[in-house]
């Protein structure tokens, strides 16, 4: 069957698909140039295009020719006379490569890095970047550079080198500010975010090439000036503990002296009064007046002891109220010499690393005692540890005191942190 042969309708769809098909070659040549493939490949679909383009013109012809009446031209005779069976295939076979190099292109795309994905990738970052040449000419510029120069100087970058310029002046909008700590510049935006600012120089090929990066830094930023305050907080408590261990040993030596001060002039007193009463009255026993006034001799020659009410307990007390930390205590505290001195060391070290290691303010102490044995749990409100705990330094220290006394240590570091001592009844 020749072309001539075929129903007008199925012309006028012939020439229609040619024309789609025309335009489909055409958006793939474009396609091509845009993902940068290659030159093979828009050659062929130009020579693919032309067939198309000729099918849909003879179509186009022909229907032109039939409508008007005109005398048939020579390339509409020839378009008549051909058999429909080779017109149908040519369009079929151009119709399937056109799919087929679609899908080679699509695949391509995907697989190869093109000047189009890498734009693509680029403004997908989190980090703003831009790439100039020595003149300040922009080479590659993604999305969040922009919206970081547009924010900050009030344009986009439109020139590299005047980027450089205006981040190292630090002209910047209201509620912007550039700030220069050592090498490093950071950008402080209105709305509360800071960029790292770094600027690169190197040569691809024969051409210099600037690198401006802007990374966001918000997160470690806020933490860096958390972290300098709590950093000086510290220096403040440990300064407070440094002078506390400086001078507990002479608090506690004037303590004692005072407590021992105010039993002599209280005995002094009360034997002075007694005295008195037997010279004015001459009544009352005199071997138990001779038996008050040899204590009160004793006294004076220091074979008394201090007031044992005062201890380096309560001193510890008042040194953690100094930095900020209250002392609870749970239960009594024993009335041995021996044991009151390695409980008081467990709570010092114990208060040192509460406000060291836990950022505590409160510590808790708990005391059980049986017929044999003192236990003390000490626990803080501050940090869990993250790992187990090393004894070392002051923990070793108490460890070996408490073993020498003949008792034990252990440590919890989970769920709370834990300083457990038993120790033997005097």
Known sequence: MLISQLPFFI????????????????????????????????????????????CMYGFDYILRDINVRYPFSAFSKWMLEMPAVVVFSAVMLLTAFAVIGQIIIS??????????????????????????????????????????????????VLDTQLLGSRISSGNTEDGCRIMHRGEGVFLHMADGSVWDMREHHTVMGNTEVCEHIAYNITEQYQKSMELTIRNKHLAAVNNKIREYNKNIDSIIRDKEILAAKINLHDNIGRSLLVLRSYLSRNDGNREQLIALWQAVISMLRNESVSNEKENSISILVKAAQDVGVKICFDGELPSYKKTEKIISLAIHESLINAVKYAGSDELLIKMKENHKTVTVRITNNGTVPEDTVVEKGGLKNLRRTVELNGGSMRIISKPVFVLEIVLEKE
């Open 107 to 156: 695949k391509r795309i995907v697989s190869m890095l093109t000047p189009a994905s890498l734009q693509e990738g680029l403004d997908l970052m989190p980090d703003g970047i831009a790439f100039g040449t020595e003149d300040g000419i922009p080479l590659l510029v993604n999305q969040k550079m922009q919206s970081i120069s547009t924010a900050a100087f009030g344009a986009g």
């Open 11 to 54: 012309l006028q769809l012939m020439a229609i698909y040619t024309f789609i098909l025309s335009a489909f070659y055409l958006w793939c040549i474009i396609r091509s140039i845009n993902a940068g493939i290659g030159k093979m490949f828009c050659t062929i679909y130009i020579f693919l295009f032309a067939g198309s383009f000729v």
